[in-house]
């Protein structure tokens, strides 16, 4: 695995993260696919906006695949994107997911709580 560090937001990105992630969630229920979604996230900073894009993704298949039980191929559907684009979301997401139990399990080691 090759070494991973989450970004830091400052006070203002944090800000902008948020405002994007409510516009998507109510651009993507009026019925906007993902991408044109996407498209008006009015964004200077095309790193912050790929990393929003990738981790609303995310949160997308973790609220519709898992809490919903809607198969993969289906969230791809929904959101009017590739299941390979999905399937890439979910490896990743699931890689996000084995570095921070690792990391947190370190933190225990390290606080004498393994």
Known sequence: MEDFKYKEYTKEESKIYDSAMEKLKKSIAQGLTFDEAAS??????????????????????????????????????????????????HKAMLQDVQVTAISEYHKGISKGQA
Not at 53 to 70: A, N, P, R, S, W
């Open 40 to 89: 008006q996230l009015d964004i200077a900073d095309p790193e912050l906006k790929q990393l929003i894009t990738d981790d609303f993704l995310k949160i997308f298949i973790v609220e519709h695949h898992y809490e919903k039980g809607l198969p993969l191929k289906d969230v791809a559907t929904r959101m009017s994107i590739s299941h390979e684009r999905v399937m890439e979301a």
